[in-house]
């Protein structure tokens, strides 16, 4: 059974950074890709920042340079660093991770980013 645990949100004052984490457990192979996605109160979920097995990443312009997605040592490891965050960053933040077309989800973290 594959397991995607997400951590490292909490509530950030404006223009302050979090780093959050997502490691997979239960499968012996590597994910294809892992994204970052979130989702805001009374708004759909939306792609933040996505990572390829060949180092392709994609983010969405929203968070082009502040946020930067990377992999960790351990396998199926992301991470996401996130800077200069705005109150509109406030939303649970999901990790998906993808093999052969199947998607693993975690269950999110909270983001909360005061003005």
């Known amino acids: 059974q594959v397991q995607v645990v997400e951590s490292g949100g909490g509530l950030v004052q404006a223009g302050g950074s979090l780093r959050l984490s997502c490691a997979a457990s239960g499968s012996i192979f590597s994910f294809n890709t892992m994204t970052w996605y979130r989702q805001a109160p009374g708004k759909q979920r939306e792609l933040v920042a996505g990572?390829?097995?060949?180092?392709?990443?994609n983010y969405a312009d929203s968070v082009k340079g502040r946020f930067t997605i990377s992999r960790g040592n351990a396998k199926n490891t992301v991470y996401l660093q996130m800077n200069s965050l705005k109150p509109e960053d406030t939303a649970v933040y999901y990790c998906?991770?993808?093999?052969?077309?199947?998607?693993?989800w975690g269950q999110g973290t909270q983001v909360t980013v005061s003005s």
């Open positions: 998906r991770g993808e093999i052969n077309w199947i998607y693993y």
């Open positions: 990572l390829t097995s060949g180092g392709s990443t």
